[in-house]
């Protein structure tokens, strides 16, 4: 079974949708970006469900600490998730993560037998490609993805920039929200006009608002 980890909206009006969050690479599901990212979606609507990968909740638990699997090793962890998180609730759901979680939700959408409850996929700081390696494009998981997906990405993200991306062309299903002179955190640097609350504040409404179109849609 799953822990989740449960964020969800204060007061009695029905969230607008579950949103299945895994974590990215290197950081666990409570870190810093995804308390308070988790906290914005729920003030926004959303009831938040994370989770860990086996290998990052084996480091909770002592184990040694290495590497992640390959992202497309993770899709069947992601995908026991999903189907204990559907059982537990109603409604429409959204799958994301934070860079490699994303795109390892991004791969699972691949999938022909994904529930119809299932309505889109939410990557936050997708990492088109490996840092300082434009050579080398992540966009097939986008591409084969069978859900619209929405990308939150930082204007100046290592994986990813508003420039390196402007000749990209995605596919028809997947749309950036760009976020003003965000890291791969979505942060902006000291000097910016643009805070970090006021980043995850918008992410956090635009992935309300796409779970909303997406679940009218459905």
Known sequence: MTDFLWTRPDGEAPAVATLLLAHGAGAAMDSGFMNRFAGHAAAAGLDVARFEFAYMAGRRAGSPKRPPPKAELLVGEFQKALQQVLGETSGPVLIGGKSMGGRVAAMLAASSSLPRRVTGVACLGYPFHPQG???????????ASRRPVLIAQGER??????????????????????????????????ASPATWEGNLTRTAQAVADFARETGETA
């Open 133 to 143: 390696r434009t050579d080398t494009w992540r966009l097939a998981p986008l591409e």
């Open 157 to 190: 993200d290592a994986f990813g920039n508003a420039a390196e991306l402007e000749d990209v062309m995605l596919p028809d299903q997947a749309r950036i929200v760009w976020l003003e002179d965000g890291s791969h955190d979505l942060a902006p640097r000291g």
